[in-house]
């Protein structure tokens, strides 16, 4: 419930080109600027800004928006946070409407909850001595810690409840962030208990760094060894990477992605000098995972324990990783000796040491594909290559069309003998090696289609046209018929009374309808009308033709009534009526 004059305030201001290009890499390219798109893998370029219309196509994947919808799909960011995160970039505050006041400060209470209890466990901590040694042993220094955000939570039942807890709202907000338990009977008068108790606590943030969740650790023995905070309003596990937040703060270029086990793992890496470390969160790499990473980098490496557990953990997240295997992606896997962890392991030797491991003993996608198929195939000759094509089979088919497929069929054939050709082994197989075709920027406009559409077309481009139409022209357009005719009239409508400036305007106002996505694809094609002047005279002229036609057929419809069974004394009005506004317009060569 944020106002709409403030959306178009927003749009007006923002600079869709310096959003983006903070981004992204962008070309001028004429009016506009080119990049490889973001959210897709390709060589020539087919994401295209404009700086006219503040709105963003990818011809490829077919991608678009404005900047608000840029910062929702490539920063992960719902709607009224994107808003936020847009003011903020241009000094505004996000005012609320009336009536929607308590549910946008129910989110913001929680948000700021979170941040409180992540400073209470950080105060907990410099009181606790047992925690602190716990993490000097650990090898962690002060500047990391506090980098971190790490803290303790108390050893005691209510420790945190007494503090955050003192009526019954505050306890129902820290049930709803996962913070207190509710107890099946209550006791001495407390219906909750906390969560995380004696165990060192791991902040978990969101992408503009704010407290969502929190990972413990018990500091002795005691199960689980780990314990995260459930799923939330604010946490979803399944789509976060804990330290996520600390890489993109980190000054190195971000070209890749180290996804390994433990929170341990990810804060020694970065105090370690490997600032790409990332952790799930208590769950196996997911397909949102693998999205999320590749739209900020193109290489991950999956780093697991070389025991079973590990093996079992890498295979899985194979299996997700496959459909994400495109064309400039690359995928890696890299198993720690026995007995380490990568945190003891790059404590043990070293940052360069460490990554000379990363280098050298990373297994790409394919050459793990063929080692785990080896270890299960136990037979040679015919039969151990009937075996590896039937375990290979559903490996090969989740991996998209591409170079990424025929370079595995290439290597498979290789190491399994398959004395075929990639096209022979796709066919028994039964996959598709054939390239998806290239995408290139063609106007979608290009064909101009109905009158309708050329209208919509003009008004999507040039929405002040809108401010100039006559109101009563845009009554008749309403009442026609016409497909596409009621969101024509709608545009016509609305953008006289709340005149737009830009298509991005058009575009932020019209989000939440169903013609979005149709608005959207006229945004994105070629306008070839040269001004506003000319298009004036487009759109009038469509609107006209528009009118022409319906009276005609309505015309039409007359006379063969006439002819079939006659008129009523009203409907005989109407045909005089018709037949004398036909014959004051100019003819034309051609009707539509």
């Known amino acids: 419930m944020i106002p709409r004059s403030f959306i178009d305030e927003l749009i007006a201001r923002a600079n869709i080109v310096e959003i983006i290009g903070a981004r992204i890499a962008l070309k001028k390219a004429g009016r506009e600027f080119k990049a490889c798109c973001p959210f897709h893998t390709e060589k020539t370029p087919s994401f295209w800004v404009s700086p006219d219309k503040q709105f ?21 960011l719902p709607f009224p946070e994107a808003v936020e995160e847009l003011a903020g970039m241009l000094g505004l505050e996000v005012p609320r409407e009336a009536g929607a006041v308590p549910a946008r400060r129910e989110g913001a209470t929680l948000y700021e909850l979170m941040g409180q209890v992540a400073r209470f466990y950080a105060e907990a901590l410099a009181r606790n001595e047992r925690a602190r040694e716990y993490l000097a042993r650990r090898g962690l220094d002060r500047d990391v810690i506090e980098r971190f955000g790490i803290g303790y939570a108390p050893n005691a039942w209510n420790e945190l409840l007494r503090r955050f807890g003192g009526n019954e709202e505050a306890q129902r907000q820290l049930a709803e962030v996962g913070l207190v ?71 190195a270029p971000l070209t890749r992605l180290l996804v390994v086990e ?11 000098g490997v600032p790409c470390a990332v952790a799930t969160l208590g769950t196996a790499t997911t397909p949102e995972h693998l999205k999320r990473i590749f739209q900020l980098v193109p290489q991950v490496t999956f780093a697991f324990d070389g025991d079973r557990a590990g093996r079992a953990a890498a295979w899985r997240a194979l299996q997700n990783a496959l459909p994400e295997a495109l064309e400039g992606r690359e995928i890696r896997f890299l198993f720690v000796p026995e007995g380490e962890d990568p945190d003891t392991l790059v404590a043990r030797e070293g940052r360069e040491a460490f990554e000379r491991r990363l280098a050298q003993q990373a297994l790409p996608l394919s050459e793990y594909v063929v080692r785990e198929i080896g270890a299960q195939v136990k037979t040679s000759g015919a039969d151990g290559r009937a075996r590896a094509a039937q375990l ?37 197989l039964e996959v598709d090696l054939r390239q998806p075709a290239a995408a290139t920027r063609r106007p979608l406009g290009a ?53 737009a400036d830009s298509t991005a305007q058009v575009l932020e106002r019209w989000r939440e309808r169903p013609e979005s996505a149709h608005l959207a694809r006229l945004a994105s094609a070629e306008e070839l009308v040269p001004s506003l002047t000319a298009a004036h005279n487009e759109l009038q002229d469509a609107l006209q033709r528009l009118l022409q036609e319906a009276e005609r057929r309505s015309l039409d419809r007359l006379l063969e009534k006439d002819r079939a069974s006659g008129l009523t004394a009203e409907e005989k009005l109407e045909l005089q009526r018709l037949t004398s506004s036909l014959a004051r317009e100019p003819r034309r060569a051609q009707a539509s």
Not at 403 to 413: G, N, V
Request: glycine share 10%; charged share 25%; hydrophobic share 40%.
């Open 181 to 251: 338990i509710a107890r099946e009977v209550p006791r001495d008068g407390e219906r909750y208990y906390d969560r995380f108790r004696d165990r060192i606590m791991f902040p978990i943030r969101d992408a503009r760094g704010r407290v969502i969740a929190f990972g413990g650790r018990v500091i002795d023995q005691g199960e689980p060894k780990y314990l995260n905070s459930p799923e939330t309003a604010l946490f979803h596990k399944g789509r976060e990477l804990y330290g996520l937040y600390e890489v993109r703060q980190s000054r």
């Open 447 to 499: 064909g101009r289609g109905s009158l309708v559409r050329q209208a919509v077309r003009l008004l999507v481009h040039f929405p002040r046209l809108a401010e100039e139409t006559d109101p009563e022209l845009i009554a008749r357009v309403a009442t026609l018929e016409e497909p596409g005719a009621a969101l024509l009239a709608g545009l016509l409508s609305e953008l006289r009374e709340q005149p």
């Open 392 to 428: 290979v089979r559903p490996l090969v088919q989740q991996i998209p069309q591409g170079i990424y497929r025929r370079l595995l069929l290439e290597r498979l054939a290789q190491a399994f003998g398959f004395q075929r050709t990639p096209e022979g082994l796709a066919e028994l």
């Open 56 to 76: 963003y196509h990818c011809f490829g994947c077919g991608a678009h928006g404005t900047a608000l919808g840029f910062l929702m799909e490539h920063d992960r």
């Open 262 to 272: 433990g929170y341990m793992d990810v804060v020694r890496l970065h105090q370690f």
